[in-house]
């Protein structure tokens, strides 16, 4: 059975912040690329994934998946770095 500990959710609430920053920096920088090029081939009359999906799989991966990875691999790295909380 998975049990909570403290290093698991620090290094995984990190990573969420992380995530949440990424997913911002993502939308303010990326987004109006990937819509010119879906309304370019749109135009064309090509295929392509519309945006709004590429940016709800960054989404989730950053929001869901980054955290669950921080809370897996948070005790190897605090065992790793030394680091104890005081909690």
Same mark, same amino acid.
């Given at each position: 059975m998975l049990g909570l500990n403290t290093q698991? @959710?620090?290094v995984g609430g990190i990573f969420l912040l992380f995530g949440l920053f990424d997913t911002w920096v993502i939308r303010r920088v990326v987004y109006d =690329?990937?819509?010119n090029v879906y309304q370019d =081939? /749109? /135009?064309s009359g090509e &295929?392509? +994934?519309?945006?709004d999906t590429i940016m709800n799989l960054v989404l989730v +991966?950053? +929001? @869901?998946v980054l955290p669950l990875i921080g809370y897996a691999v948070g005790p190897a790295l605090a $065992? $790793? &770095?030394g680091f104890r909380p005081a909690l």
């Amino acid at each position: 059975m998975l049990g909570l500990n403290t290093q698991g @959710l620090i290094v995984g609430g990190i990573f969420l912040l992380f995530g949440l920053f990424d997913t911002w920096v993502i939308r303010r920088v990326v987004y109006d =690329r990937i819509w010119n090029v879906y309304q370019d =081939r /749109q /135009q064309s009359g090509e &295929t392509s +994934v519309h945006p709004d999906t590429i940016m709800n799989l960054v989404l989730v +991966v950053n +929001v @869901l998946v980054l955290p669950l990875i921080g809370y897996a691999v948070g005790p190897a790295l605090a $065992a $790793a &770095t030394g680091f104890r909380p005081a909690l």
